[in-house]
Nanobody, 125 residues
Framework: VQLQASGGGLVQAGDSLRLSCSAS????????LAWFRQAPGKERTFVVG????????YGASSLKARFRISRDNANDTVFLQMSALTPEDSAVYYC???????????????????WGQGTLVTVSS
């Protein structure tokens, strides 16, 4: 079972990026999928999650205007569309799957059993 994240890169402040995370070896169509991020020297933090019914929960309300999560259950893929990026958004972004809690979106990394390898997003000022 593998989650493969991609789409990171070096961008300028104000730019947009779309991250993708595809699953293989198991379907996650009914599971919670989420994005976390970890900046250098900081803890891994919850960004946003989506359950199998499409319900979305953001870790911070300030992200709602700039980040959008979506999923393609037919292809077991989750996306994170990020816009108006700032240097504070620079981090390694991880996708993760919670296979236990089908409805409630948890924010602790400990609740997520499967993780992608991370994709680096660097936003220059």
């Amino acid at each position: 079972v593998q989650l493969q994240a991609s789409g990171g890169g070096l961008v300028q402040a104000g730019d947009s990026l779309r991250l993708s995370c595809s699953a293989s070896g198991r379907t996650f169509s009914r599971d919670v999928l989420a994005w976390f991020r970890q900046a250098p020297g900081k803890e891994r933090t919850f960004v946003v999650g989506i359950n199998g019914d499409g319900k979305i929960y953001y870790g911070a309300s300030s992200l709602k205007a700039r980040f959008r999560i979506s999923r393609d259950n037919a292809n077991d893929t989750v996306f994170l569309q990020m816009s108006a990026l700032t240097p504070e958004d620079s981090a390694v972004y991880y996708c993760a799957a919670d296979i236990v809690h089908k409805v409630v979106i948890r924010t602790s990394p400990d609740e997520y059993a499967y993780w992608g390898q991370g994709t680096l997003v660097t936003v220059s000022s």
